[in-house]
C-alpha cells in the first residue's frame, strides 16, 4: 500500500467537516473524491498533505507517518491546490526555479527539471513569458508543473479544471491521465462525474464529510440496481413480441413509444442479446440500438437523493 488515510477527521467551529474517512491507494492507482461544493474534499486532500492539521486519523505514506515526519512524507507528495502564489511579473521558467528551491532543488537538476515539468504541461514555448500573460488555465497548468518538479510518487489534485477554458481542461486531463499512464498515483477531487469516470480507477464518493460509497465505476454503478437502459429503434411491423419481451429475465421493464422499444435492465449486454433475439423470432427488424450504462450522477442521486451538482 503506497498510501493510506484512515479515520480522518477535521471539525470546524465544532462542527464535523471531514467525518471518519478512511481510503488507500496502491501505487500507480488513480483515486477520485467526488462530490458536491463544500462536501469535504479539499479538507480531506489538506489532512493527506499536511496543510490541515488533522482531529483524529492518521496518514501513512510508505509506511511513513505523514504528520510525525512531514519533511519526508512531502518528499513523496505533490500538491496542487487550485491558486498558487505566482509573480506575474517573472516568467513561468523562472517562478518554477522559484518553486523548485523551495524543495531543496537546485544546479543543473533544477534547470533540466524545470525543462521537464514545463513540457509535461505543454508550455515549454511559453516559458520564457511573463506569467501575467497568461490565461488561468495556463496558470493552472503552471501549478501543476510545479508540483511536479520534485518527482512525487503521488500527485494530489484538488479540482484542477474549475473555472478555466476547455481547451486548458482537456489538456489538463489528458496530461493527468499520462503521468497516471507513466507510473505515477493520483488523487484526484472532483464535483465533474465525468472527469472521475475518464481519469480513476477508483472512486470514492463524499458528501457532507463522508464517504458515502466506494469502488471501482463499475461495482458503484451496480449500487444503483436498476442499471441501464438499452432502446431500440424498430422498422416495420411492430406487434406481437412485448409480452415476450417484458418475460425475458434480464428485463425489468419493457415499453413501446412508437417504434422505440425501451427497456430497463440489470445488465445491459446481456438484456441487449436476449431482447434481439426475441426481436429476431417474432420476425421484427432493429434499426438501431442505444444503450445508456447507468453513470455516477446517478450514483449519487441514488445514495443521497440529491443531484451531484446544484
Ligand atoms: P469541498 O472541497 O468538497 O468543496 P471543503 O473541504 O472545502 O469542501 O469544505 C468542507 C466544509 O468545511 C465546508 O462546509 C466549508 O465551509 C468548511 N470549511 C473548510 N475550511 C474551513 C475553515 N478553514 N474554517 C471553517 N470552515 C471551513
Known amino acids: 500500500m503506497l498510501l493510506e488515510a484512515t479515520g480522518l477527521i477535521k471539525k470546524y ?24 461544493n463544500g462536501a469535504g474534499k479539499s479538507t480531506t486532500i489538506g489532512m493527506i498533505f499536511g496543510l490541515v492539521r488533522p482531529d ?52 543543473s537538476r533544477l534547470k533540466d527539471r524545470v525543462a521537464q515539468v514545463l513540457d509535461i504541461v505543454g508550455l515549454s514555448e511559453r516559458g520564457g513569458d ?16 510545479a508540483a511536479l518538479l520534485h518527482e512525487p510518487k503521488v500527485l494530489i489534485m484538488d479540482e484542477p479544471t474549475v473555472g478555466i477554458d476547455p481547451q486548458s481542461r482537456t489538456y489538463i486531463l489528458e496530461t493527468v491521465k499520462n503521468l497516471n499512464a507513466q507510473g505515477t498515483t493520483v488523487i484526484y477531487t472532483s464535483h465533474y462525474m465525468e472527469e472521475v469516470e475518464f481519469l480513476c480507477h477508483r472512486i470514492g464518493v463524499i458528501d457532507h464529510g463522508r464517504l458515502i460509497a466506494q469502488g471501482t465505476l463499475h461495482e458503484l454503478r451496480s449500487l444503483v440496481g436498476e442499471a441501464g437502459q438499452v432502446s431500440f ?7 406481437g413480441f412485448l409480452e415476450a419481451v417484458q418475460s425475458l429475465p434480464q428485463v425489468k421493464q419493457a415499453t413501446l413509444q412508437e417504434d422505440r422499444l425501451v427497456v430497463t435492465t440489470t445488465e445491459s449486454a446481456n438484456a441487449l442479446a436476449a431482447v434481439a433475439a426475441t426481436l429476431a423470432a417474432a420476425g421484427v427488424e432493429m434499426q438501431k440500438v442505444d444503450i445508456q450504462e447507468p453513470n455516477l450522477e446517478a450514483v449519487f442521486l441514488h445514495l443521497t437523493g440529491r443531484a451531484l451538482r446544484d
Open 13 to 36: 467551529n465544532g462542527k464535523t467537516v471531514v467525518d471518519n474517512i478512511s481510503f488507500s491507494l496502491n501505487e500507480g492507482e488513480a483515486y477520485g473524491l467526488l462530490g458536491p
Open 56 to 107: 483524529g486519523g492518521t496518514v501513512m505514506v510508505e509506511g511513513l507517518d505523514a504528520w510525525q515526519k512531514p519533511l519526508q512524507a512531502k518528499k513523496l507528495l505533490g500538491y496542487v491546490p487550485q491558486e498558487i502564489a505566482l509573480y506575474g511579473d517573472l516568467s513561468a521558467r523562472e517562478n518554477l526555479m522559484f518553486w523548485g528551491r523551495m524543495y531543496d532543488l537546485g544546479g
Open 130 to 145: 511573463k506569467v501575467e500573460t497568461f490565461s488561468g488555465g495556463m496558470k493552472r497548468r503552471i501549478n501543476i508543473a
Open 233 to 239: 429503434v424498430l422498422r416495420g411491423s411492430r406487434d
